[in-house]
Structures are given as structure tokens and as C-alpha cells.
């Protein structure tokens, strides 16, 4: 079942701008997960911070995890248009399911 | 990185047909693959655990005899949606662990299926 939430639904910056969705859960989690979605494609795992970690970096990519706020927050730093896509945020509670967040849609203007 | 394939990309079928998706892991041996479905501008809802050698696992509302799982080799699942029907219409997508312990999954490029 679906239970994290993502905001905002739909993000549009400039290039070079940083770019920040949060994500939200509601039971506990062996790890958190990022995933980038383009349109129409699969998924592109991105970087994955376990319930024991509070901040993971990787590349332009910076993720923070909130257990007692059951939160996480994906920030992309120095954005590019090949950034635009959507991005999901995953628990993995056991056995390897991921449960996905509502995702949110990055558009990066040129 | 590991590589998961999808066959069809996209089909096209009429309402009453049978489609079968092909899920393979290219380069990797996978026991348990997973098959989501995308309606458009959702997430992705968790339909059934693939697991090589023994029964699928489905998750709650997903009708078994409906979505068809064959895991019949440690590279290759296959879903088959039954007697389709236009609320079938969605997009398909499998992943794999790429090996126990990792935690990351890799994904399929998602198979775009039309029901008429």
C-alpha cells in the first residue's frame, strides 16, 4: 500500500537553482529510497539512506531522514534541465516491497 | 549497473484478449521480482511478489486470476493480464534486488499497455 506523501505535487525552478521536495510516511522503515521517474520511462534509483542515518550526500544530491517526524528531503543542488522529471520517494519496510510516495514533478527551465 | 528488460514495451489489445509482459534481469540472477502498475500521474501501486519456483504473492485487491505471475527461471518473470478490459489500461513496470542485501532496486522501462 502506498504511504508516503510527497510535496509539493509539482515543482518548477530555473536552472542553477536548488531544487527541495519532502517526503512523508507513516510506519516504521528498514531504509528510505529516491527514485527519479522521466516521462514514460522506468525508474532510475537515485540514493538510499537507511533508518539508522539522518543525512546522505551523493553528487548533487542530498538526502536528510527524519525518523521521529517519519520525513525525508531530497534536495538537488545546482539544478539542470536534465533534472526535469518526476521523483518518488520509497520505504522499504521488508522484504525488499517499496512503498511509493505520490511523487513530485520537477520542471527545470533552461 | 544491473540491467532489468520489459518486453513489450507497449501493446495494444482488444477487450477480452490476454497480454503477457516479460520481465528479465539481464545480468543478474534474480529469486524475487516485484510487478507494479502507474496509472497516469500516480505513483506506483505494489501488485504482486514474484518469486522463482514457487506461487506469487499478491498484495491486497489484486485478483489473482486476473494478473497471471510466472516466475519460471531466476531471470525471468512474466505477467499476464487476463480477458483485459479497458480499465486493464495502465503502465506495467518489474524491478529486482539486484542481490540479497542491497537494498535498491532495479527497475524495468515499464511496459505501456492499451486496452480498447
Known amino acids: 500500500s502506498q504511504q508516503g506523501e510527497e510535496d509539493p505535487q509539482a515543482l518548477s525552478i530555473q536552472e542553477g537553482e536548488n531544487a527541495t521536495m519532502n517526503c512523508s510516511y507513516k510506519?516504521?522503515?528498514?531504509?528510505l529510497q529516491w527514485y527519479r521517474q522521466n516521462s514514460g520511462r522506468g525508474l532510475v534509483h537515485l540514493i538510499l539512506?537507511?533508518?539508522?542515518?539522518r543525512e546522505k550526500h551523493s553528487g548533487r544530491l542530498r538526502v536528510t531522514l527524519d525518523t521521529s517526524k517519519k520525513s525525508s528531503s531530497l534536495l538537488i543542488t545546482a539544478s539542470r534541465a536534465a533534472d526535469t522529471a518526476s521523483y518518488f520517494c520509497a520505504t522499504d519496510a521488508r522484504d525488499y516491497k517499496l512503498s511509493f510516495g505520490a511523487g513530485t514533478t520537477v520542471t527545470v527551465r533552461a | 549497473g544491473a540491467v532489468v528488460s520489459q518486453h513489450p514495451s507497449r501493446v495494444i489489445c482488444k477487450s477480452g484478449t490476454s497480454v503477457k509482459i516479460e520481465c528479465r534481469s539481464l545480468d543478474f540472477q534474480a529469486t524475487t521480482m516485484f510487478w507494479y502498475r502507474q496509472f497516469p500521474k500516480q505513483s506506483l501501486m505494489l501488485m504482486a511478489t514474484?518469486?522463482?519456483?514457487?506461487?506469487?504473492?499478491?498484495e491486497q485487491g489484486v485478483e489473482k486470476d486476473k494478473f497471471l505471475i510466472n516466475h519460471a527461471s531466476l531471470t525471468l518473470s512474466t505477467l499476464t493480464v487476463t480477458s483485459a478490459h479497458p480499465e486493464d489500461s495502465s503502465f506495467y513496470i518489474c524491478?529486482?534486488?539486484?542481490?540479497?542485501?542491497?537494498?535498491?532496486?532495479?527497475f524495468g522501462p515499464g511496459t505501456r499497455l492499451t486496452v480498447l
Open positions: 510506519t516504521s522503515i528498514n531504509n
Open positions: 539512506i537507511r533508518s539508522n542515518e
Open positions: 514474484s518469486n522463482e519456483g514457487s506461487k506469487a504473492t499478491y
Open positions: 524491478s529486482a534486488p539486484w542481490r540479497e542485501g542491497r537494498n535498491e532496486q532495479f
